[in-house]
């Protein structure tokens, strides 16, 4: 039997350690890549974006599909008290989710783009950022918060919906990480440490 034939048998039937309850890659729970997590308040469920949204029962490892496009979902997050599951799309677009279900409830274009962006959600779902552009997800609102020379890769928003974080690539002249109001006022600008760059970032 080939080697890759052998490998990919063994890593269908190896049984999981002690304590998990599923396995990324395998034929338990097959993904792309996870480009964002997030668990339900209780524990019991995890929403994982890469290409896709699918919702993975942690005690089963059943996995449930939400979407299955070929959409690339940049963030999430659990809204309602975890009864609505909000996802920011890099084509500039946001998309929800009755958890319960599993049902649409309803998708917006907020921004026309030219190019795949990073974006962000806030913690209520209300306000999204692609790349420096600040959308309301009822979509009264889209305005670039500031210019700067360096293309975000990486984003984050503060709990206060107030502040959010920036980051450029690897290949930026200047990778620091710089800090901001929604409002377009810069706070910080904080080096990227020993790595060089930052690959992620959460307040």
Request: with cysteine; proline share 7%.
């Amino acid at each position: 039997m080939p080697a890759v034939a052998i490998l990919l048998a063994l890593l269908q039937t190896e049984p999981l350690p002690a304590g998990a309850t599923a396995r990324m890659g395998t034929t338990r729970y097959r993904v792309d890549w996870a480009e964002a997590l997030v668990f339900s308040p209780d524990g019991r469920t995890l929403f994982a974006a890469g290409r896709g949204i699918r919702a993975v029962d942690v005690a089963r490892g059943d996995v449930r599909v939400l979407d299955g496009s070929d959409g690339l979902p940049s963030a999430l997050r659990l809204v309602d008290n975890g009864a609505t599951l909000v996802a920011a799309f890099a084509d500039g677009s946001v998309r929800r989710w009755t958890v319960a279900t599993g049902r649409p409830d309803g998708s917006r274009r907020l921004i026309e783009i030219d190019s795949s962006i990073p974006a962000a959600l806030a913690s209520d779902g209300r306000r999204a950022l692609f790349g420096l552009h600040v959308c309301s997800v009822a979509g009264d609102e889209s305005r670039l918060v500031l210019r700067d020379p360096d293309k975000p890769n990486v984003l984050a928003i503060a709990p206060d919906g107030e502040t959010f974080a920036w980051a450029p690539d690897r290949w930026a002249a200047d990778r620091s990480v710089r800090i901001a109001t929604l409002a377009g006022r810069r706070i910080a600008t904080l080096p990227p440490g020993d790595d060089d760059w930052v690959p992620a970032l959460g307040f």
